[in-house]
């Protein structure tokens, strides 16, 4: 099967960026823009964009934490997370995939917590801290939470993390060589939603081979919880996901059965048979489908002898 992802290396995608900041993270990241104006945030949100495109961004924990607006030092939230950041400071904590969203910050956090936020930390009246802000669709735990300083050494440090800067910072390859062996530990993210809804859309528009639907179909035969309407939408981004996984394979001539290793590229050799003919594709984490952002990642090639033994395996547990 493929392999799980347990640290940095193992990711689909390679890790772009790292964000600095004193509050940790949990569903979206935020970003200042240099105005309140509509083209200061288009302007923020397109750096950001570029920045995090393809890849995943590392979660650095400033040694430094901020001092709200006066009349807010009281405030059980703020109290709360400064001396949640006492365990963190320095670290390096996580790794997020974020989505570029054209919903507002307001709609992300919800009004509540984004009029919270404004009130105890923007200066000047622009109500602009952190309201640029991208959903975490899928993130990953370091368990470890090393000291930065430590994994990066004082040049990349220095690099990275010696000014300010109002977007990412874009890692070079050494760098990522240094946060390879990071463990990771996926965990939910409940914004994992608006990857979903957005992928549901594309598949909506896309081209799929009926008989990765009807796989696809047949490893989630069960989605509890949902309209019908809703399980067909599903189910059609994870054939879509399918899809789009086999390509990958397919360029990459790695058409082999990734639990016995049955190779369909040197069997046909001699003849008119499409090695893609002989493998299925196959979800490793149905029950997850819908409910996490799944990805290609999720998706195995199987020969139709082991597909058969894995359902089987499924329905004796």
């Given at each position: 099967m493929n392999q799980a992802i347990?640290?940095?290396?193992?990711?689909?995608?390679?890790?772009?960026?790292?964000?600095?900041?004193?509050?940790?993270?949990?569903?979206w990241l935020g970003f200042t823009p240099a105005g309140n104006s509509r083209n200061a945030r288009a302007q923020?949100?397109?750096?950001?964009?570029?920045?995090?495109?393809?890849?995943?961004?590392?979660?650095?924990?400033?040694?430094?934490?901020?001092?709200?607006?006066?009349?807010f030092e009281n405030d059980p939230e703020y109290i709360e997370e400064r001396a949640a950041h006492k365990d963190v400071a320095g670290r390096l904590i996580a790794?997020?995939?974020?989505?570029?969203?054209?919903?507002?910050?307001?709609?992300?956090?919800?009004?509540?917590?984004?009029n919270h936020l404004q009130d105890m930390w923007s200066k000047d009246g622009q109500r602009c801290r952190w309201s640029v802000a991208f959903p975490i669709i899928e993130t990953y735990q370091i368990p470890t939470r090393p000291l930065?300083?430590?994994?990066?050494?004082?040049?990349?440090?220095?690099?990275?993390?010696?000014?300010?800067?109002?977007?990412?910072?874009p890692l070079n390859d050494?760098?990522?060589?240094?946060?390879?062996?990071?463990?990771?530990?996926?965990?939910?993210?409940?914004?994992?939603?608006?990857?979903?809804?957005?992928?549901?859309?594309?598949?909506?528009?896309?081209?799929i081979p009926i008989r990765t639907q009807e796989l696809i179909s047949e490893d989630l035969a069960a989605i509890e919880g949902e309209s019908a309407e809703r399980s067909n939408k599903i189910r059609l981004r994870a054939a879509w996901l399918a899809n789009r996984f086999?390509?990958?394979?397919?360029?990459?001539?790695?058409?082999?059965?990734?639990?016995?290793?049955f190779d369909a590229m040197n069997k046909v050799v001699g003849t008119r048979i499409k090695p893609r003919s002989l493998l299925d594709v196959h979800h490793m984490n149905p029950l997850a489908e819908g409910k996490r952002y799944t990805t290609v990642s999720d998706f195995a090639l199987l020969c139709p002898t082991c597909h058969r033994y894995v359902h089987a395996l499924l329905q004796a547990n």
């Open positions: 347990r640290k940095i290396s193992d990711l689909p995608l390679p890790v772009q960026a790292a964000k600095a900041d004193w509050l940790v993270a949990s569903h923020c949100t397109s750096a950001i964009a570029r920045q995090s495109a393809g890849g995943f961004v590392i979660e650095y924990i400033t040694a430094l934490f901020g001092e709200p607006n006066q009349g790794v997020h995939r974020l989505r570029p969203s054209s919903r507002p910050a307001i709609e992300i956090l919800g009004h509540e917590e984004f930065a300083s430590e994994v990066l050494g004082t040049n990349a440090m220095k690099r990275l993390f010696a000014h300010q800067s109002a977007t990412l910072r050494d760098e990522r060589k240094l946060i390879a062996d990071l463990p990771l530990e996926r965990s939910e993210s409940k914004n994992a939603w608006i990857g979903i809804e957005d992928e549901i859309e594309m598949a909506e528009l896309s081209e086999i390509a990958d394979r397919m360029r990459a001539g790695l058409l082999k059965c990734d639990e016995c290793g």
